[in-house]
């Protein structure tokens, strides 16, 4: 039998106690969840009654469930959508990060003057629109001064639009990676063009290819996190407008993430 002295036993377990509270302490996955953990029901968000018919029709090609799932939007983050254009995205993504979240829907004044007019105006009278901020600042300055620590930031189908326009792109998307917040997400989409395109066809075709806007992204520092393939459409040659497809128009979706 081992005898262990009383006083060199109460000094073990107080030693022990306090090394075991600091380990719990320190340990984030025990943590308390909150709210901003948990992911919205992202069809709900999509079938919501109170969305406008037209919407539900642009939903038949852009799979927005499936897009926000890919996003990972949540309830209480804050959100840069650069291109908001006349709000379809924007309007999704207000409703996923609820009235404790916040996006910033950005469009440049010249976007806004040839083709949103008062489409945005309109929408954003809508109640889902109560946490929307609209930006109106050019593409290669994009983020307000007093914004930063984005949680995520959306480019949807228009990337290809700022090739031939007057838009210093990497500027851009050097100010898109500053306002991230460290472990953030950019999340861009856009329709696909052929093997070495590049990016001539932005304003024939609508199109980018896809090697050429992922040098200009990981260019900022980006780092790919997830590619998604669900607007992937093998069977598009690539070779015609977006607008009116004879097939359904092949997109790829990219998911970037700011280190750590």
């Known amino acids: 039998m081992i005898k262990i002295d009383r006083r060199c036993s109460a000094r073990l377990i107080r ?19 909150t709210a901003q953990d948990a992911a919205p029901d992202y069809q709900a968000i999509v079938a919501a009654p109170d969305r ?16 926000l799932a890919f996003t990972g939007v949540k309830p209480g983050m804050k959100v840069l959508d650069v291109d908001a254009n006349a709000g379809y995205s924007t309007e999704l993504l207000a409703r996923a990060v609820g009235p404790s979240g916040v996006i910033y ?10 083709f ?20 109106i600042r050019n593409f290669d300055d994009p983020v307000p001064p007093d914004v930063s620590g984005l949680d995520l930031i959306t480019f949807f189908f228009a990337y290809h639009d700022t090739t031939y326009m007057q838009v210093d792109r990497a500027e851009m998307n050097r100010k898109l990676f500053a306002a991230l ?11 696909s063009a ?20 992922r040098r200009e992204i990981e260019a900022a520092g980006f780092k790919l996190a997830a590619e998604g393939s669900f607007l992937r459409h093998p069977e598009d040659p690539r070779d015609a407008a977006v607008f009116r497809p004879q097939v359904p128009v092949d997109e790829f979706v990219l998911k970037y993430q700011k280190p750590m």
Do not use: W
Request: charged share 30%; hydrophobic share 40%.
């Open 15 to 33: 030693r022990f106690a306090a090394l075991s509270m600091a380990a719990i302490l320190s340990y984030p996955m025990l943590r308390p969840a």
């Open 52 to 67: 406008s018919d037209a919407d539900r029709q642009t939903d038949l090609r852009r799979e927005p469930a499936k897009m």
């Open 105 to 114: 829907a950005q469009d440049s004044a010249e976007v806004i003057e040839r």
């Open 116 to 135: 949103v007019k008062d489409k945005f105006d309109i929408r954003a009278q809508k109640p889902a629109m109560k946490n929307v901020v609209h930006v």
């Open 181 to 191: 917040k460290p472990g953030g997400f950019l999340v861009i989409a856009d329709h």
């Open 194 to 213: 052929r093997a070495g395109d590049g990016t001539t066809v932005g304003k024939t075709l609508h199109r980018i290819e896809e090697s050429a806007l």
